[in-house]
């Protein structure tokens, strides 16, 4: 292996060094870079990363718009009055907040958060916007960056303290249209991880303890990374009334009758981007599904100087046609490297479906593909390469899928007692089922020893132990259990 190999190649191995693992990937990829010097929790975005999160944003914004959701963009800043008016919201990221206190040379006269969430801005103007039942439902959307100062570590996408996201909010007429709008970006969001991502997440509800600040329920997707750890995936949030009575969200009915509007708040972060990351990747590099990929395909010529005029002639055929078709590709004609070298690049990049053309392939009228996830090589006809490709994206995707579904499936446990759940945490990760009474205080014996907490509950609708008949007890407290909880390490 040349030196150019040796720096290429990822040295950290990703079942035994997750974490080293990950920050190698996404740097030797390009993904992205650390902040400067004496800034620790920000990240600059590289132009690799950020195509994916442009792909992933596309493919939402596109289903938002489908469902009435109108974009906006309101101020980075907001006064420490906004905030206030929501009590709940200032006690939950109070700690979290960056603020302003100084302006040029001058003392502002309030202090201004830099954003932490929007409700406490938005919701305002949705109150000025909304004047009678015929404004409602009223959806606005923004994509932007907030500041949390939480971020002790940083790990690229994952824990920043400046991320990027989308964050909607809602007004509703009635708690059922509230609720239905909830579940229809929770589903929104699952969509984005398993069409898209090729990525099963689970759905379910946090535990009121740990909702979002002011809200009546807090919905979530969870995925499970390969190190048995959870991510919260993408929330959606019932906020019931309280919204609307602190910053007088109210309209008039059919009847002329004054009523308060109910309303919800929705998000999915760049976290899907390291979720992604480390769910597919691996000791060859970045591995990316077809959906999401900067360069879906990249067509490597193969030639000795007497076939490479011949060569190069079919290999930007085949590039003008998939060009056409609106595939993304690449070609890599690059004359100082040799292909092994090209080989590594493209799969450290994450590249799903690399096409090989040499002498052979120009003779016989034929390609070769080989897929990025597991190396698997097929001889095809340079004829109806377009859909030829096409297919290849699909299979790709279902690997993807099935090797992330594999995982999720053998990595979801049940429990009946506190030794029980600390004992599979600790031998294996992944997510533990237990029989729950609701209280929070059942928490801290799995929390405390072991860094695992409720991360899902499911909805009642999928929870045997939501029927009024069950005979099951707390897995802690042994008292009678309420819920099902699943417990897990997170991110």
Known sequence: ???????????E???????????EVVQKAGLAD???EGMSGFIVTRPRAYAVWERLQGFLDAKFKDTGVQNAYFPLFIPESYLEREKDIVEGFDPEVAWVTEAGNKELEERLAVRPTSESIITPYISQWVRSHRDLPLRVNQWCSVVRWEATETKPFFRTKEFLWQEGHTAHATAEGAWDETMTRLDQYASVYEDLLAMPVLKGQKPDHDKFPGAETTTTVEALMPDGKSVQAGTSHHLGQSFAEAFDITFSDEDEAERLAHTTSWGLSWRALGALIMTHSDEQGLVLPPGVAPEQVVVVPIWQEDTKDDVLEYAEGVVDDLDEAGVRVDLDDRDERNPGFKFNEHELNGVPLRIEIGPHEVEDGELTLVHRPDGESVVEDRDGVVETVRDHFDEIYAKLY??????????VREADDRADILGTLGQHGGYVK????????????????????IVMVPFEDDDPLAEADHDETCAICDDDAERTAYFAKSY
């Open 434 to 453: 237990a029989p729950w009474c609701g209280d929070e205080a059942c928490e801290e014996p799995i929390k405390e020893p072991m860094a695992a907490e």
């Open 13 to 23: 191995s990703k079942s035994h060094n997750t974490g080293e693992w990950y920050a």
């Open 34 to 36: 650390y902040g400067p």
């Open 1 to 11: 292996m040349s030196d150019d190999d040796q720096e290429l190649g990822i040295t």
């Open 402 to 411: 099935a090797a992330a579904e594999e995982t999720l499936d053998g990595e």
